[in-house]
């Protein structure tokens, strides 16, 4: 009879003891969760705060009953393995109701503990009306927070996928938002230029959205004491009615009435590390394919682990959902006796924000450049379905790929519908080793409200088809603000766009549809830098110059992607 | 300098002229259309009919005027291509509005004459009630028909695309609409027991559904005259008041003031078997890889050829409009001196049915079986994203491999939501030669409005390696009416469930959670066939009786699919 015993009871966790029961009937299996639920539903918090999830229990996936009752699985919450004695086998734990501790020997041992909220030690930053959001009793405290002190205006500090949905969930509340973020843009997962689409939408939406900027002290003015020992709070951070004073890094002040620290997550290595085992170079949990650390009687699977990148092959930290659960049931096949490899991460990702969705997969330019590694680019604007439909919305997609063999690094895209589905093909793509070429030949669904008979992604690997084959010669969003007097900017849109959406100061507008007759208007002795909305119409005129004779450049994602990148 | 002569100005014929006027400037291109229009959006005409699209112009995506200024084009509509000599390289050409007829050279030739639709010889058809829909005049006549007569009822004979979008088009507008399908199913490219989804939304409705039934005899019964030379139509084919009398092959009689016929389309070949280019098994224009006729000289794209399945490699016809376009692309390509080779066509097709998606890629089952292929299938039907956040909607899934190999043959879903993705994803991974067992580790976009941590892919790929693993034995929704005094039924759901949703005659009802207390109940000599509502809580109870020395099966998609295979 094999004993396992599992550390943490959420999604790897939770995974493995379900696996693991199918695989075994015989074997005895004993989760431990420090708190008080297991299996809940992570992801879904920020949500249950905003109102879109009315109701909260149906962010309790499973519980220590339910999971009893289908998969004998002994689950014991409020009990915290605190340390671990691989030479005879057995943890120490500490019973969180009692003060008891107790020790338990295992076969196998599965640590799944997940990762921490970092909080910066700024100061003043532990105060009541400060809070972060991992689990049910933070997301509690959050909502106590708000139906008692009615508050009128919340900050969010970091914007990354908890932080943006916060701001959303308190903007769907009423509550006016500021979001700081210390970088020159949200949602690092995508580059600066795509992120530009965002920025844009939470400015339309009036959120106050602050980039560049550093919170540096905080200041809890009390106003009334309104206790909340319902909400099973220390004294320390019951709910107090008052206002916090922040200090931000630029000189600003600014008055707030509910704080959100959501600047990123550390693994939880402490029980690990304690024990000896190996960690890696980012701070996470050393484990080879096999989910297997370096005591073999041990594995580790989700937040807590660091994994292979699948591009770079370098270690990376991913706290993604779909990463633990597929760990988790593949370290349950290993420690009963099957083979399973875990066979990289792309990352890949996605964030709602208002009416826009952002998503990436793979690696993005920033690592490529950290990295390294040469890439080349291509961006495309086109509709998420036949544009003659209703409800077509504009995708707009970035892929990265070695310029030489094809293979791609990367993509990224935002938009109002769609983008899931391209990400998604992007990710399998990728997975599946295709080249960029061979993406020309995807056939994906078509018919008018679905997709487009060449879709974004065909779009996208015939530019970059292009490139590679010579056909065309990129310019880019960035290099525009730094021509030569050896170059000269031909816009190919029609006057009125100019007008209306804006324009590259300088540029000589000849329609595209008027460059036949008109094109010896241009010079042949400077390098003629196309564009057009998009970057299609360039591409037209690119060709048409190139074949008579003119060196020319076509700006990739044409004016659409330079105008965003700064927003 | 190199003259390319092109016939057929729509989808093909479209994407060749551009892309060759790209790789070329000093070419000379002529593009003929025996109709009026060109580059039309073939795929939205019903959906203009219906009223989705208001704007009959948004349709024209481009016209002779725009090609030529855009692409230095010779655009001749209402001109007709009628014979080829390919010993001299010409092809006469006929005027069709003042009747002459002239002579042009060509060094390559490209056919993209389409399919026409396919009219029984059915006696009565040809009247001035009855339509089929390929082009914009169709399109009209059809309107205005409905303008003119009014109808209160209008009949379908065709369950495929056209015909299920002209059946919505109909109940958009208030119409009483029946659908009549030879077959037993609608949307031959799934499989029966998905199309039984589709044919309960189309009853649902309030569409008179008729399956197995054919038109044999129409009966044109006028009433009033009502001339409508405005359409451009034939006298014979004015449109009159009047009634149809259907008679069906069941000996059923039906009264109808609109016919639409939409059983199919049927490869324009006409031109190229006169010319004596080789015309291939199923009807259509062989072309070798490079889309090269059997004429080296003369290039054929569209639905008008014959291309290789994906899956089997055998001759194929899909009248597609992504396959054409990115057959005229690279058909260009080939004239203009790059080789460029199209990698056959795995029949991607979505279709909107109401508030239904149906889609599928690569083969079903009934091809695998026609062309004697071993395979396995799996079932699977789970949330689109989040059961918790708002929206999901079940999408059922239906994937079937290679039992030994893991290879994928093709994918099929149905359901309210990400369907297009589901199919999208399976497309790339088929075309990239995935296995079933590399799809466990596809890392799509999770986030809880998009998707699930598990993906409805992940899950299928999941029960799909469990049956190759020997870890899962299937049974099938088409063995259960078919079992042995040695087989039990074992529904483990709870009792609410079979009373509100059915279940399986004779079954056993022990609840999943029940099990291992309730084990003894069951005998150990018998084979005991287990199900749940759509197989995952039957896979949890499988496991257990197999992991206690039962003999079991496991019902591959649940009652659900059982339910609907037969609707």
Chains 1, 2 share one sequence.
Not at 204 to 229: C, T, W, Y
Not at 339 to 357: H, M, N, P, R, W
């Amino acid at each position: 009879m094999t004993k396992i015993l599992i550390v943490g009871g959420v999604a790897g966790g939770a995974s493995a003891a379900a696996r693991a029961r199918r695989l075994s009937e015989s074997a005895q299996i004993i989760m431990f969760e420090r708190g008080n639920f297991v299996s809940f539903a992570n992801c879904g918090l920020p949500y249950h705060i905003g109102g879109d999830i009315k109701d909260r229990s149906k962010l309790l996936l499973q519980t220590p009953d339910s999971f009893l009752a289908r998969f004998n699985v002994d689950v014991r919450v409020m009990n915290e393995v605190t340390g671990i004695d691989r030479q005879n086998k057995t943890v120490t734990v500490k019973n969180l109701l009692d003060g008891s501790e107790y020790n338990e020997n295992y076969d196998f041992l599965l640590l799944s503990p997940g990762a921490a909220p970092v909080i910066p030690p700024i100061p003043g930053i532990d105060n009541p009306l400060t809070h972060s959001l991992r689990n049910i009793p933070d997301m509690d405290r959050i909502i106590d927070t708000i139906r008692m002190n009615k508050p009128e205006h919340a900050t969010v500090i970091g914007g990354g996928f908890i932080g943006l949905e916060m701001m959303e969930a308190f903007h769907q509340l009423g509550i006016k938002t500021t979001l700081i973020e210390m970088a020159n843009q949200v949602m690092t997962p995508v580059d600066r230029e795509m992120a530009g689409f965002v920025h844009a939408e939470i400015r339309e939406k009036g959120i106050d959205l602050r980039l560049g900027v550093a919170l540096e002290a905080v200041e809890f003015m009390p106003n009334v004491s309104v206790a909340s020992q319902d909400a099973g709070e220390p004294v320390a951070h019951q709910h107090l009615e008052g206002e916090l004073k922040l200090s931000l890094n630029n000189g600003e002040q600014l008055t707030t009435d509910l704080l959100i620290m959501a600047v990123g997550v550390r693994p939880e290595t402490t029980l690990a590390a304690e024990a000896g085992l190996k960690v890696g170079e980012l701070g996470g949990i050393w484990t080879n394919a096999q989910m297997q650390t370096s005591d073999p009687s041990i594995f580790a699977v989700g937040d807590a682990v660091e994994t292979q990148n699948f591009v770079t092959g370098q270690p990376s930290l991913v706290p993604l959902a779909g990463p633990a659960n597929r760990q988790g049931r593949m370290a349950a096949d290993n420690m009963l006796g099957r083979s399973e490899t875990y066979q990289g991460t792309q990352g890949t990702a996605i964030c709602k924000v208002f009416d826009l969705a952002v998503a990436s997969t793979g690696t993005n330019e920033k690592q490529l450049q950290r990295e390294g590694i040469g890439y080349e680019k291509v961006f495309v604007h086109a509709a998420s379905h036949a544009g003659y439909y209703p409800g077509a919305e504009i995708v707009s997609f970035k892929m990265l790929f070695d310029p030489q063999s094809g293979k791609i690094f990367g993509a990224q895209a935002v938009g109002r519908d769609g983008i899931d589905k391209r990400i998604d093909v992007m990710a399998v793509a990728q997975r599946a080793g295709m080249t960029v070429e061979q993406l020309q030949h995807l056939e994906l669904t078509y018919a008018p409200p679905y997709g487009s008979a060449k879709d974004v992604i065909n779009q996208a690997a015939f530019v970059a088809s292009n490139i590679i084959k010579g056909d065309a010669t990129p310019i880019h969003f960035d290099e525009i603000d730094h021509l030569t007097d050896d170059q000269i900017l031909l816009d190919v849109r029609n006057p009125g766009e100019l007008e209306n959406i804006g324009y590259l100061e300088g540029a000589v507008n000849i329609p595209v549809d008027q460059l036949r007759q008109r094109i010896n208007e241009l010079p042949k002795d400077k390098e003629i830098v196309v564009y057009c909305a998009v970057g299609l119409r360039g591409n037209v005129a690119y060709r048409q110059l190139v074949n008579n004779g003119f060196k020319a450049r076509n700006l990739i994602g044409g004016y659409r992607t330079y105008q965003f990148a700064n927003a």
